[in-house]
């Protein structure tokens, strides 16, 4: 059984600019979560996605988009960077989403995204 | 809005010790998680509560679930230096469709020799 990978591990960018980061969720999973956890902090929900469809979303501006692919695994894009977006990014896969299952979210290694 | 508080957010305990720690919330919700996060690492499951009463043990961890109350514990027994590390509560609020968790700011608990 293949866990959640993350990629990139490590990312410095500029103010201003654009990021993509990668997440493929657990085999079997339909539904991915993507969190932002600063420095001290509890992680804070971004969004969701099951089955390729947006099933929640957090206090994030639009900058903050995602989607996710046939296979489940998806993309966060973050436009037009700030500094307090210096974060560590979380993806989180489960199974369920709309109803049933417990809603059990198993993590990726996470995303280190700095901007300068 | 539901929020979620954990306490204390920090604890130092030497080994072989006894400690408890909270976590309330404030809105209804029958489902809790607790994470466990090692420095710089990402999050690992340790316990999933789906039911008022709800009580699971792992090892010297033990964690149960108050949902009149809205509390849940994690009880740490004979702590050992391996338990060091930062531990989080999460809450489905369950509204619908909108499926997320709430998390509480963390627990960094120390065990000391």
């Known amino acids: 059984e293949t866990g959640v990978t993350q990629s990139p591990t490590h990312l410095i960018k500029t103010r201003g600019q654009q990021v993509t980061l990668r997440c493929s969720s657990q085999s079997g999973h339909n539904t991915v979560s993507w969190y932002q956890q600063a420095l001290g902090q509890g992680p804070q929900f971004i969004f969701q996605y099951y089955r390729e469809e947006e099933n929640g979303r957090g206090n994030f501006p639009p900058r903050f988009s995602g989607l996710q692919f046939p296979n489940y695994s998806s993309e966060l894009n973050v436009n037009a960077l700030e500094l307090d977006d210096s974060a560590l990014y979380l993806c989180?896969?489960?199974?369920?989403?709309?109803?049933?299952?417990?809603?059990?979210?198993?993590f990726g290694p996470g995303t280190r995204l700095t901007v300068l | 809005e539901l929020k979620v508080e954990q306490n204390p957010l920090f604890l130092s305990m030497q080994e072989g010790k006894n400690y408890t720690i909270y976590c309330n919330y404030s809105?209804?919700?029958?489902?809790l998680y607790w994470y466990r996060q090692d420095p710089g690492k990402s999050l690992e499951s340790l316990f999933v509560l789906l039911s008022n009463g709800a009580v699971k043990q792992e090892g010297r961890l033990m964690a149960s679930l108050d949902t009149k109350a809205r509390l849940s514990t994690l009880h740490i027994t004979a702590a050992v230096h391996d338990l060091s590390a930062t531990y989080f509560c999460a809450v489905d609020p369950n509204a619908g469709n909108n499926r997320k968790l709430i998390w509480g700011l963390g627990t960094s608990l120390a065990v000391n020799p």
């Open positions: 989180a896969s489960s199974l369920g989403g709309l109803a049933g299952g417990n809603n059990e979210q198993f």
């Open positions: 809105t209804t919700s029958d489902r």
